[in-house]
């Protein structure tokens, strides 16, 4: 494989470049899907476009045997890259800050050494090159246009993600419960607006809107058992026009996060019993209205999938190079393929240089950037070289001969 990573790396790292410096946002992703086929096409794969959206479909088909998905996202994030990379967007507003572009890379490498490894293995991959991974609707919306009927259903699923705190060469993984329920909750606070100078002839929004802000935060600390793990953040409040005119409404945007369905719908029941509350305490003349706008389910990495993984990532990179990661509060979509009933794993891939990492802790170092930051910059070698070995060798795993 090694020999192979060093003949193909040249043209995919050139494929990453151009990747990263033509970013789609979600549900616009259309010429990094045709990109993406015409490499797949090229390798030889059966494709399918247009999938749920722009979604891409590839079959690498080597005989009898199980059916192996190998999933990648492609969507950008509406972010002004700040990197200073000679290969940076070129697309203003929108940025590759997700690592989407070394997911994609990745996919089409494995693509193109399985291909030629096929003594090794036998069965059928099913390259997936997502859509809309960033709104949280690519993966229903391909299961919805027939994914796992007008093609093989899987019996394993794969996907990596970049992780920006971890150093290139390490793999990260995490049993169970890997990725967070997350809820896009819009709530919106009814009042009796008027003049500033006489607040005593209005019912204030902003008012009610203030104590339920702060009576949200006794979600968790106060209403879930102490092991129980969640979050409830309000990240945007909009009310009023002027200095004097107290508004008729204001709304709320918040983002809850969770680990099982029963403590998401407990908190979404808890966020709607306080708003109401409270706001019949003022006098509202009408209760507040709270909606779910974008719901991703948490991802859960099947247990004797990830050990199985894990064995065959420590004999390839090495036992220290393989580390057990925390659950996370991030979301993302692939859990669907999982809820399908199709084992999933979702592992790491570190992609920043072990020297970026010791500098950013040495005394006034500067912080890594996070993953979405305009300043996150993935270290695309060996970052894309173990990916790529990562997904390859947890393929050969599932389908050796």
């Not at 494995?110 to 003594?119: D, F, G, P, Q």
């Not at 705190?165 to 709530?187: C, E, W």
């Not at 909606?291 to 390839?316: A, C």
């Not at 990661?325 to 979702?346: H, N, Q, T, V, W």
Request: charged share 20%.
């Amino acid at each position: 494989m090694e020999a192979l990573l060093k003949t193909e790396y040249p043209g995919l790292e050139n494929l990453y470049r151009h990747l990263h410096s033509h970013p789609e946002l979600s549900l616009k992703d259309e010429q990094t899907a045709v990109h993406v086929a015409r490499e797949l096409e090229g390798i030889g794969l059966k494709v399918t476009r247009q999938v749920g959206g722009y979604g891409v479909v590839g079959l690498l088909e080597n005989g009898k045997g199980a059916t192996v998905m190998v999933r990648a996202d492609m969507d950008g994030l509406p972010v002004t890259e700040a990197t200073g990379l000679p290969y940076a967007s070129k697309t203003p507003g929108v940025a590759h800050a997700c690592g989407h572009d070394i997911h994609m890379t990745c996919l089409i490498g494995a693509a193109r050494i399985l291909s030629h490894l096929k003594k090794e293995w036998k069965g059928t991959v099913l390259f997936i090159a997502q859509p809309a991974e960033e709104k949280g609707q690519g993966a229903q919306a391909m299961l919805e246009d027939g994914l796992f009927t007008r093609f093989p259903k899987p019996d394993y699923a794969l996907a990596l993600h970049v992780d920006s705190q971890l150093p290139t060469g390490k793999i990260g993984y995490r049993s169970g419960p890997a990725f967070a329920n997350v809820d896009s909750v819009d709530l919106v606070i009814f009042g009796r607006g008027g003049h500033g100078a006489y607040p005593h002839l209005v019912v204030d929004p902003i008012v009610i809107a203030s104590e339920i802000v702060a009576g949200l935060q006794t979600i968790v600390s106060r209403e879930l058992k102490a092991y129980e793990t969640a979050v409830v953040s309000v990240g945007s409040i909009h009310g009023g026009t002027k200095h004097n005119i107290i508004p008729d409404q204001v709304k709320l945007e918040l983002t809850v996060r969770s680990y099982t369905d029963e403590l998401r719908n407990q908190i979404l029941g808890a966020i709607k019993r306080i708003s109401v509350g409270i706001a019949r305490a003022h006098g509202a003349p009408r209760d507040p209205e709270l909606g779910v706008v974008e719901s991703i389910p948490s991802t859960y990495n099947d247990p004797v999938l990830v050990s199985r993984l894990v064995s065959v990532f420590q004999k390839s990179f090495g036992k220290d190079q393989v580390a057990e990661k925390d659950p996370e509060m991030g979301g993302e979509d692939f859990g669907l393929y999982g809820r399908s009933g199709i084992p999933a794993c979702m592992f790491r891939i570190g992609s920043v240089s072990p020297e970026r990492i010791a500098a950013s802790k040495e005394p006034g170092g500067r912080p890594l950037p996070s993953l979405h930051s305009s300043e996150y910059a993935p270290d695309p070698e060996p970052a894309l070289t173990h990916g790529i070995q990562a997904l390859v060798t947890g393929v050969l795993e599932l389908l050796r001969q």
